[in-house]
């Protein structure tokens, strides 16, 4: 690592030269930092923690470490039960919702147990039984028993014992570094600028190499699960020139508002009360009640609710499970009023239903429960016998669950796009790598816990390529230089005037909560072509502005402001070609339409929707910004194709040993963009 200045206009900047800069800390880029030390020790290079660094607004403070449900899932190849589970198995169940990339889905699967083991071997808790098998369970969208759960903080586990390990190893962590661009020269991505949020200077980190791991668009929402403060360097790596893609396809569930908690799997099976309030909290109503021919189908939707958690289209009709979603939306949306979850009682009879009963629940439900030993008469007694951990982890954010209820809405959960990247997780700049929910590799629908699971592999993969192939490639001393230079003055300029604000400057933090209530309203769960069109336009106008008239605030509350108001841009850009292409309802989210269908018939008509174009499924959205034209622009690009081959080990074996493996796409042909230089071993 060496370290240096450079003097631009009078302003002396801190240079420190790596490899590899890792942005985030979180699950996936810890591991990207682990994996790259002990590849680059493989591969005989000299000192290799000196030739990395981690930089982080705040270790600790992203999604991995903050966030979880019932019992946190993490999705892998099956290790149990009487039925074989393949890598291309587990990639056609990835690539049933669509919109996805076949050759990374493949990779997910043909990876997955690499690196749950490895996750295991570090002493993240994943139960086994006495034979030492890691038995499954069935999660969203999952047709085998794959998912398995260290408990609700199953994210936090990876977090904390990757740590450790990344501090063994005496990678350098730059923390409180809010990165500002990722830099560019001829070659691709050179380094990136950040603010020091504890000096409040700029520094630039020059470097092969960069690994974006900064997570999803948590404040882009409103009504929002993500940890407060989750931004996503989307507009870093839109002005970069990285084409993103699926950023139509967020998803959304119920979760507690205070604290920010998934209420997914056993808090839904053992079937609590819903009830809705005035916004002073009274008024207490059996909300879900009218809605439903008996307490024994309300009951099970409920129960089902655990694993058919995200709302989902596909689930509305014939009183499915998202029917929940739809009723608990329109009590707080269209009728102003607050929801509640209570674990202290059954649901209760009113509007002519008959009382609860275990008993009269679908025998799917009534099943697990038996099975389950969950048959005590209350939800919270259930819920102590079933996962006591999911009551201990409520206590220790201040809410006992013993004793209140949780107020609860649908909230933006998750975003299965993000960035396109090949199959080594290279985005469509070189030498710039996302990984983690940044680089969105699922489509419409995916598998509870796959997050995680790609998370592992993509960083893993992401660090074999720079560990093998960019290991020692050298940046251009002028073109570093001038795109240095560049974003010195660029974001020093957007400092100043946010500390010397013009007359007609916006304030940033209305900026915020206006991008935010415009997400939630028009690019969340319920859209409309028309909300859509006249979002993306006032989106444009705020854009316009902020370029125009500058932001008032501290600087990071100015510049975090722009960096949303960009990414809202590109979100609704996608939103709004997606649906003029004729996308209808789809995935997690439901458009309505004049001429559509009611999701019950007494809905009034604000719900009729439109069902969802199958066709789409077949492209993936691209959505690009030239930020010479200040422009978005769309494309539908074919999904890559990929089967599992039947490879020879020989040639397998000298493509390894000479490296050459590392310089071709998941079917083994090479990359079409470059020719690598490789190094043997």
Same mark, same amino acid.
């Given at each position: 690592?060496?370290?240096?200045?450079?003097?631009?206009?009078?302003?002396?900047?801190?240079?420190?030269?790596?490899?590899?800069?890792?942005?985030?800390?979180?699950?996936?880029?810890?591991?990207?930092?682990?994996?790259?030390?002990?590849?680059?020790?493989?591969?005989?290079?000299?000192?290799?923690?000196?030739?990395?660094?981690?930089?982080?607004?705040?270790?600790?403070?992203?999604?991995?470490?903050?966030?979880?449900?019932?019992?946190?899932?993490?999705?892998?190849?099956?290790?149990?039960?009487?039925?074989?589970?393949?890598?291309?198995?587990?990639?056609?169940?990835?690539?049933?919702?669509?919109?996805?990339?076949?050759?990374?889905?493949?990779?997910?699967?043909?990876?997955?147990?690499?690196?749950?083991?490895?996750?295991?071997?570090?002493?993240?808790?994943?139960?086994?039984?006495?034979?030492?098998?890691?038995?499954?369970?069935?999660?969203?969208?999952?047709?085998?028993?794959?998912?398995?759960?260290?408990?609700?903080?199953?994210?936090?586990?990876?977090?904390?014992?990757?740590?450790?390990?990344?501090?063994?190893?005496?990678?350098?962590?730059?923390?409180?570094?809010?990165?500002?661009?990722?830099?560019?020269?001829?070659?691709?991505?050179?380094?990136?600028?950040?603010?020091?949020?504890?000096?409040?200077?700029?520094?630039?980190?020059?470097?092969?190499?960069?690994?974006?791991?900064?997570?999803?668009?948590?404040?882009?929402?409103?009504?929002?699960?993500?940890?407060?403060?989750?931004?996503?360097?989307?507009?870093?790596?839109?002005?970069?020139?990285?084409?993103?893609?699926?950023?139509?396809?967020?998803?959304?569930?119920?979760?507690?508002?205070?604290?920010?908690?998934?209420?997914?799997?056993?808090?839904?099976?053992?079937?609590?009360?819903?009830?809705?309030?005035?916004?002073?909290?009274?008024?207490?109503?059996?909300?879900?009640?009218?809605?439903?021919?008996?307490?024994?189908?309300?009951?099970?939707?409920?129960?089902?609710?655990?694993?058919?958690?995200?709302?989902?289209?596909?689930?509305?009709?014939?009183?499915?499970?998202?029917?929940?979603?739809?009723?608990?939306?329109?009590?707080?949306?269209?009728?102003?009023?607050?929801?509640?979850?209570?674990? /202290?009682?059954?649901?209760?009879?009113?509007?002519?239903? $008959?009382?609860? =009963?275990? &008993?009269? +629940? %679908? @025998?799917? #439900?009534?099943?697990?429960?038996?099975?389950?030993?969950?048959?005590?008469?209350?939800?919270?007694?259930?819920?102590?016998?079933?996962?006591?951990?999911?009551?201990?982890?409520?206590?220790?954010?201040?809410?006992?669950?013993?004793?209140?209820?949780?107020?609860?809405?649908?909230?933006?959960?998750?975003?299965?796009?993000?960035?396109?990247?090949?199959?080594?997780?290279?985005?469509?700049?070189?030498?710039?790598?996302?990984?983690?929910?940044?680089?969105?590799?699922?489509?419409?629908?995916?598998?509870?816990?796959?997050?995680?699971?790609?998370?592992?592999?993509?960083?893993?993969?992401?660090?074999?390529?720079?560990?093998?192939?960019?290991?020692?490639?050298?940046?251009?001393?002028?073109?570093?230089?001038?795109?240095?230079?560049?974003?010195? /003055?660029?974001?020093?300029?957007?400092?100043?005037?946010? $500390?010397?604000? =013009?007359? &007609?400057? +916006? %304030? @940033?933090? #209305?900026?915020?909560?206006?991008?935010?209530?415009?997400?939630?309203?028009?690019?969340?769960?319920?859209?409309?072509?028309?909300?859509?069109?006249?979002?993306?336009?006032?989106?444009?106008?705020?854009?316009?502005?902020?370029?125009?008239?500058?932001?008032?605030?501290?600087?990071?509350?100015?510049?975090?402001?722009?960096?949303?108001?960009?990414?809202?841009?590109?979100?609704?850009?996608?939103?709004?070609?997606?649906?003029?292409?004729?996308?209808?309802?789809?995935?997690?989210?439901?458009?309505?339409?004049?001429?559509?269908?009611?999701?019950?018939?007494?809905?009034?008509?604000?719900?009729?929707?439109?069902?969802?174009?199958?066709?789409?499924?077949?492209?993936?959205?691209?959505?690009?910004?030239?930020?010479?034209?200040?422009?978005?622009?769309?494309?539908?690009?074919?999904?890559?194709?990929?089967?599992?081959?039947?490879?020879?080990?020989?040639?397998?074996?000298? #493509?390894?040993?000479?490296?050459?493996?590392?310089?071709?796409?998941?079917?083994?042909?090479?990359?079409?963009?470059?020719?690598?230089?490789?190094?043997?071993?």
């Amino acid at each position: 690592m060496k370290e240096t200045t450079m003097n631009i206009d009078g302003r002396t900047v801190p240079v420190i030269e790596v490899n590899t800069v890792i942005v985030g800390t979180g699950a996936a880029g810890l591991n990207c930092a682990c994996r790259l030390f002990r590849e680059m020790e493989e591969t005989g290079v000299a000192d290799p923690a000196s030739r990395l660094a981690v930089v982080t607004r705040g270790v600790g403070l992203g999604t991995s470490n903050n966030s979880g449900s019932d019992k946190q899932t993490y999705y892998k190849m099956g290790t149990s039960g009487t039925e074989p589970d393949l890598a291309v198995d587990f990639a056609r169940t990835l690539t049933a919702g669509g919109c996805t990339h076949a050759d990374v889905a493949l990779i997910e699967g043909a990876n997955s147990l690499r690196g749950f083991y490895r996750l295991a071997d570090l002493g993240v808790p994943f139960p086994h039984n006495a034979n030492g098998g890691f038995i499954g369970y069935k999660t969203d969208h999952d047709p085998r028993q794959r998912g398995t759960s260290a408990g609700p903080w199953t994210s936090r586990f990876m977090v904390r014992k990757l740590l450790v390990e990344l501090r063994r190893y005496g990678i350098a962590v730059y923390d409180r570094f809010h990165v500002l661009a990722v830099l560019t020269d001829g070659d691709g991505a050179c380094g990136v600028l950040c603010l020091n949020l504890a000096s409040g200077g700029l520094t630039v980190l020059r470097s092969r190499n960069v690994v974006a791991a900064g997570g999803g668009p948590g404040e882009l929402y409103e009504i929002s699960v993500y940890p407060k403060g989750q931004m996503g360097p989307y507009a870093q790596l839109f002005e970069a020139g990285a084409a993103a893609h699926n950023l139509t396809e967020s998803q959304f569930g119920l979760a507690s508002i205070d604290p920010r908690w998934n209420l997914s799997g056993t808090y839904q099976q053992v079937i609590p009360r819903y009830y809705s309030t005035d916004a002073e909290g009274n008024d207490e109503r059996e909300f879900l009640n009218p809605w439903f021919p008996s307490m024994a189908a309300l009951a099970t939707d409920i129960f089902l609710k655990g694993y058919q958690w995200p709302f989902d289209h596909d689930k509305v009709a014939d009183f499915g499970s998202s029917l929940i979603d739809i009723l608990v939306q329109n009590e707080m949306i269209n009728k102003g009023r607050r929801v509640f979850m209570d674990f /202290r009682e059954n649901p209760r009879a009113t509007d002519g239903l $008959e009382p609860f =009963a275990l &008993e009269d +629940l %679908d @025998a799917e #439900a009534l099943g697990y429960l038996e099975r389950s030993g969950a048959m005590q008469a209350t939800p919270i007694e259930r819920l102590a016998h079933m996962n006591p951990p999911s009551i201990e982890l409520y206590a220790q954010m201040g809410v006992d669950l013993w004793k209140a209820p949780l107020e609860i809405g649908v909230c933006s959960q998750h975003c299965n796009g993000g960035f396109a990247v090949d199959a080594w997780w290279e985005s469509t700049v070189r030498h710039l790598f996302v990984v983690g929910e940044l680089a969105g590799t699922h489509g419409v629908k995916r598998p509870g816990g796959s997050a995680l699971n790609a998370g592992q592999v993509g960083s893993m993969r992401a660090a074999q390529r720079i560990a093998h192939l960019y290991h020692d490639d050298a940046i251009d001393d002028g073109a570093f230089a001038r795109a240095a230079q560049a974003a010195v /003055r660029r974001f020093g300029g957007l400092i100043a005037a946010a $500390e010397s604000p =013009a007359a &007609e400057a +916006l %304030d @940033a933090q #209305a900026v915020v909560r206006d991008i935010q209530h415009r997400m939630s309203a028009h690019a969340g769960m319920v859209r409309s072509a028309a909300g859509v069109k006249a979002a993306l336009a006032e989106a444009r106008d705020q854009w316009k502005r902020i370029r125009t008239a500058g932001l008032k605030g501290s600087a990071i509350e100015a510049l975090e402001a722009r960096e949303l108001a960009l990414a809202q841009l590109g979100f609704l850009t996608a939103v709004d070609a997606l649906l003029k292409r004729g996308s209808g309802s789809r995935g997690s989210h439901l458009v309505t339409d004049p001429s559509g269908e009611l999701p019950h018939r007494d809905l009034g008509d604000e719900w009729r929707f439109i069902g969802e174009n199958l066709a789409l499924r077949d492209e993936i959205l691209t959505v690009t910004y030239d930020a010479a034209a200040d422009a978005f622009t769309t494309a539908a690009v074919a999904p890559r194709r990929a089967e599992a081959t039947d490879d020879w080990f020989e040639n397998t074996w000298a #493509a390894y040993r000479d490296a050459s493996v590392f310089a071709t796409d998941g079917d083994g042909a090479p990359l079409p963009y470059a020719i690598y230089q490789t190094k043997k071993h």
